[in-house]
């Protein structure tokens, strides 16, 4: 089965400062790949999803990731953090047609004035 | 869109009572999903359904667990009897495509 791994709990930029957030995953085949990010208190909100095609993927508020096969490697990355962007991230991957998704720990990410 | 609609948002209840959690998903959307996520475990699936049908339920922890989806636009999640252990944040997620799924605001349950 596939699995994720994020090995960052915690991460604090400065706002203005860029920022990227590593996921791993381990699965045999092309996965989907895809980065949520929650608020406290809030749901799941999809940021960027991969399935195929371009490896650099846009999402939404600036947001953007890059798929590296060669190293099972999903990062977020975005150029310059907002304080808004504070909250929790995840990394998600999925396989094959069977919705067997599985999420990452998360990475908490805070963002220091 | 309205999105997943959960209800109640938060709910408190004593050890040994019934627990319902409600779910209306996005009209059009074919799967539904329920997760449950604690500090310990993180995010878990514990049931999905496609087509108003249960597919995987191998998420469920116990019998005490149950969900069911009579129809597209509602689904339940039932714990009876409530334990302290089943205090988590249960999401109800949709999705119209395979794995793009859309999360509704959660249920907050403490069972004390």
């Known amino acids: 089965a596939q699995s994720v791994t994020q090995p960052d709990i915690h991460i604090t930029v400065s706002e203005g400062a860029s920022l990227e957030l590593r996921c791993n995953y381990s699965?045999?085949?092309?996965?989907?790949l895809f980065w949520y990010v929650q608020s406290p208190g809030q749901g799941l909100q999809l940021l960027l999803k991969?399935?195929?095609?371009?490896?650099l993927v846009q999402g939404i508020k600036g947001f953007e990731a890059e798929f590296k096969r060669s190293q099972s490697s999903f990062n977020l990355r975005k150029p310059s953090v907002h304080w808004s962007d504070a909250a929790e991230y995840f990394c998600?991957?999925?396989?094959?047609?069977?919705?067997?998704?599985?999420f990452g720990a998360g990475t908490r990410l805070t963002v220091k004035p | 869109d309205a999105g997943v609609i959960q209800s109640p948002r938060h709910e408190v209840t004593e050890m040994g009572q019934e627990v319902t959690l409600r779910c209306k998903p996005i009209?059009?959307?074919?799967?539904l999903f329920w997760y449950r996520q604690t500090m310990m475990r993180g995010l878990e699936l514990l049931i999905y359904?496609?087509?108003?049908?249960?597919?995987?339920d191998s998420g469920m922890p116990e019998d005490r667990f149950s969900a069911k989806m009579p129809n597209a636009s509602f689904s339940t999640l039932k714990i009876q009897p409530s334990e302290p252990r089943d205090s988590a944040v249960y999401f109800c997620?949709?999705?119209?495509?395979?794995?793009?799924?859309?999360f509704g605001p959660g249920t907050r349950l403490t069972v004390t």
């Open positions: 699965y045999g085949a092309t996965p989907y």
């Open positions: 009209s059009g959307h074919d799967y």
């Open positions: 359904f496609n087509n108003n049908v249960p597919i995987d």
């Open positions: 997620a949709s999705s119209l495509r395979v794995h793009e799924q859309y």
């Open positions: 998600a991957v999925g396989a094959g047609n069977n919705n067997d998704m599985r």
């Open positions: 991969y399935f195929s095609g371009d490896t």
